[in-house]
């Protein structure tokens, strides 16, 4: 990991000392009662968090396998005190300027208003982190389609994604009771789709043995995300690189899953079977662009086996944009199934209204959607919005971890 700039962390320590000289003046300003007590209060605090600041800025990635968790925890630590106290200045910074325009004032509605949602908004961050992040979430998917064989009428399929098991650390607890969730719900075919870890593949050796217990009757599928290349790491030489990938695919076929790289598998019942696509992450800028549909399943008219058969088609590709641009444009896949949004680990419902940062990235950002191709086929994309984390370790709203039970129906 690189050194966070220099120029960023002179702007963060300016920004903290701007806002505790700022809540110090309100608190001479305001307060009452016991005003030394809160100012020697307020100026340890202060000084505390000037210390993280400097603990922040003085990290190094001299080594590139060095854990990030320890500073991950340091700047979600410094956010979820000093975001409140930017939206407490606001506030009050707004009503002393109100005061000022109308001098026959004496109160700074402004501190009323600021300090209980900058209280809400601290507890908003850590009910996130403590709580959102742990709580599993399933949602039922009903797929129909004529094409559906009869043999698979009521197949049932457990997708998963972004688990980004190195935000965890040794720490296996969380990823045992997902496992655990999964194999409770006995599915018929369990499919990963991308971001298994965050950096490098050595994140995954704690929990090899956990992963190893997934279970389905048609096995264990799973593809690449962005996050699998090691891509965010600064390798001295490409060879690591290229250990670091050879390791991922050995370490997956070791746990019992199938790596699909620009492959295919025909998932086969009583004389029925469907088609299971799997690709290497398919990335817009600035994302790397691993993914080959064709190398998969071809695309020519004259072969048997194309991308515009009848046979039903389940493709697993990490980001969505593959299906936005180019799945759903050109062939007649059935179902395609991704990740990689993680609605951005902020969703909220209003009043029915599903809403996230996410939208303004991604067209299709949280569960179904359908399109029509130029032929006249229906061809149907699920997002699932992960179940880890990477930058921050927290979801806020109804950004919970989610597995998603498809059941396939015949039409």
Not at 104 to 132: D, E, H, Q
Not at 156 to 179: E, K, M, Y
Not at 267 to 285: A, F, K, Q, R
């Amino acid at each position: 990991m690189r050194n966070i700039p220099a120029i960023l962390m002179i702007f963060i320590f300016i920004f903290t000392l701007l806002l505790d000289s700022y809540i110090l003046w309100d608190i001479v300003s305001y307060c009452r009662r016991r005003k030394k007590l809160c100012i020697c209060v307020h100026v340890a605090i202060s000084i505390l968090f000037l210390g993280l600041v400097i603990a922040i800025a003085c990290w190094h990635g001299d080594s590139e396998s060095r854990s990030i968790i320890p500073l991950m925890w340091m700047l979600y630590v410094y956010a979820s005190v000093y975001v409140p106290k930017l939206i407490y200045c606001i506030c009050s910074g707004i009503g002393r300027l109100f005061k000022s325009i109308r001098k026959g004032r004496k109160i700074n509605y402004g501190i009323y208003i600021g300090a209980p949602v900058s209280l809400i908004v601290f507890i908003f961050m850590w009910w996130g982190t403590l709580f959102t992040r742990n709580e599993i979430v399933v949602e039922n998917v009903n797929i129909v389609s004529d094409k559906v064989p009869s043999a698979f009428d009521g197949y049932r399929i457990v997708q998963f994604s972004d688990a980004h098991v190195g935000t965890w650390g040794n720490d296996t607890a969380f990823v045992s009771r997902l496992v655990d969730r999964i194999n409770s719900m006995k599915p018929e075919l369990i499919v990963f789709t991308g971001d298994i870890v965050n950096r490098e593949t050595s994140e995954m050796e704690p929990f090899l043995r956990i992963l190893s217990r997934l279970h389905a009757r048609d096995g264990v599928y799973s593809v690449l995300g962005n996050h699998d290349y090691g891509d965010y790491m600064e390798w001295q030489f490409a060879s690591e690189r290229d250990s670091n990938n050879a390791l991922m695919a050995m370490w997956q076929k070791q746990i019992g899953w199938n790596l699909m790289n620009n492959d295919r598998k025909y998932i086969t019942h009583n004389g029925d079977s469907i088609v299971l696509i799997g690709i290497e992450n398919w990335g817009e800028p600035p994302f790397h662009q691993y993914g080959r549909l064709t190398d998969a399943y071809p695309l020519c008219r004259d072969s048997v086996y194309n991308l515009n058969d009848e046979r039903f088609k389940i493709l697993l590709s990490h980001n969505p944009e593959h299906w936005n641009r180019e799945v759903s444009k050109i062939t007649n896949v059935d179902l395609t199934l991704s990740g990689h949004t993680h609605a951005m680990q902020m969703a909220f419902d209003i009043f029915g209204y599903e809403w996230s940062p996410s939208k303004w990235r991604y067209p299709q950002w949280k569960g179904l959607y359908e399109r029509e191709n130029e032929n006249g086929d229906t061809t149907r994309l699920y997002v699932n919005i992960g179940c880890g984390e990477v930058g921050i370790p927290a979801r806020f709203g109804i950004a919970y971890p989610e597995l998603t039970q498809i059941t396939l129906k015949r039409k």
